[in-house]
């Protein structure tokens, strides 16, 4: 495998792993079929606690939400460390999905989903340039702002 070793590159961003999020309901964090692992949705938990709440464009800032994807992106990043072993064994981040609660009119989700895609190219280089796609929605579970999900290869 070229490249850093992701987790050398989380420890250079001053960021460490957390310990996967725990289900909030009948799911598992992260499911390998193949050379692909896929996680479930990934809220911007923090030590258990939701990290922030409400609609991006009235409640919370773009620039807010777009820390949060980060913080969701790192989240999903553990579940998948937790399915394979090591984030060295990532061959390429394939893609990202972002739901973004959205107040009516708000239509930058995309610049939100910069935080996450922007963690994810400085952990993994040119392994994190991915496909994706932003979605604004009305509400997300437990009125969280963002909510982040990978499809990843491994090897």
């Given at each position: 495998?070229s490249?850093?070793?992701p987790?050398?590159?989380l420890?250079e961003?001053g960021?460490r792993?957390?310990?996967p ?18 996680t ?7 030590d258990g606690e939701?990290a922030?709440?409400g609609?991006v ?11 949060l994807a980060?913080?969701?992106?790192l989240?999903?990043?553990?579940a998948?460390?937790a399915?394979i ?8 981040v ?5 739901y973004i609660?959205s107040?009516?009119?708000f ?12 963690l994810?190219?400085a952990?993994?280089?040119d ?5 994706r796609s ?6 997300l ?10 499809i990843?290869?491994?090897?």
């Amino acid at each position: 495998m070229s490249g850093a070793d992701p987790e050398g590159r989380l420890a250079e961003l001053g960021l460490r792993l957390p310990e996967p999020a725990r289900p909030l309901a009948a799911y598992v964090p992260a499911v390998r079929t193949g050379d692909h692992v896929y996680t479930a949705g990934q809220l911007p938990m923090v030590d258990g606690e939701l990290a922030g709440t409400g609609k991006v464009g009235a409640d919370v800032t773009p620039e807010r939400a777009a820390e949060l994807a980060a913080v969701c992106a790192l989240n999903a990043l553990a579940a998948v460390k937790a399915e394979i072993g090591a984030l060295a064994r990532v061959v390429r981040v394939v893609k990202v999905t972002g739901y973004i609660a959205s107040a009516p009119g708000f239509t930058a989700q995309p610049a939100v989903l910069n935080g996450a895609s922007e963690l994810l190219g400085a952990v993994f280089g040119d392994r994190g340039r991915h496909a994706r796609s932003a979605v604004g929605v009305p509400v997300l579970p437990l009125d969280a702002p963002v909510e982040v999900e990978l499809i990843v290869e491994v090897e």
